[in-house]
């Protein structure tokens, strides 16, 4: 049975920092490709950050460029967000997801594999 277990969510102020987690079960975590969506209310879910199976290549949204950092364990079968310098505009529940190798970066219909999410708000 897969599982993607996200936690680490939660209420912040503007300028602080959160780290989600993300524990994988039940397929081949380390040739899967990872990522982090997020939805805000009334939008679209949109690409944060993936990872490819081997950590060499790291994408991020440019709204989030500088701030979070993308970190993977391929022993602990876990990825982790660590977002810094948090905005108002990042509220959001945050997803994880995996994808197999072939599958697009940044598109999230393309995306196998879901979790239930973590919510996420940043207070001004």
């Known amino acids: 049975q897969v599982q993607l277990v996200e936690s680490g969510g939660g209420l912040v102020q503007a300028g602080g920092s959160l780290r989600l987690s993300c524990a994988a079960s039940?397929?081949?975590?380390?040739?899967?490709?990872m990522g982090w969506f997020r939805q805000a209310p009334g939008k679209e879910r949109e690409f944060v950050a993936g990872m490819s199976w081997s950590g060499g290549t790291t994408n991020y949204a440019d709204s989030v460029k500088g701030r979070f950092t993308f970190v993977r364990d391929n022993v602990k079968n876990t990825v982790y967000l660590q977002m810094n310098s948090l905005k108002p505009e990042d509220t959001a529940v945050y997803y994880c997801?995996?994808?197999?190798?072939?599958?697009?970066?940044?598109?999230?219909?393309?995306?196998?594999?879901w979790g239930e999410g973590t919510q996420v708000t940043v207070s001004s």
């Open positions: 039940g397929f081949p975590f380390s040739i899967y490709r």
């Open positions: 997801a995996a994808v197999r190798p072939s599958g697009a970066a940044r598109a999230p219909q393309t995306y196998d594999y």
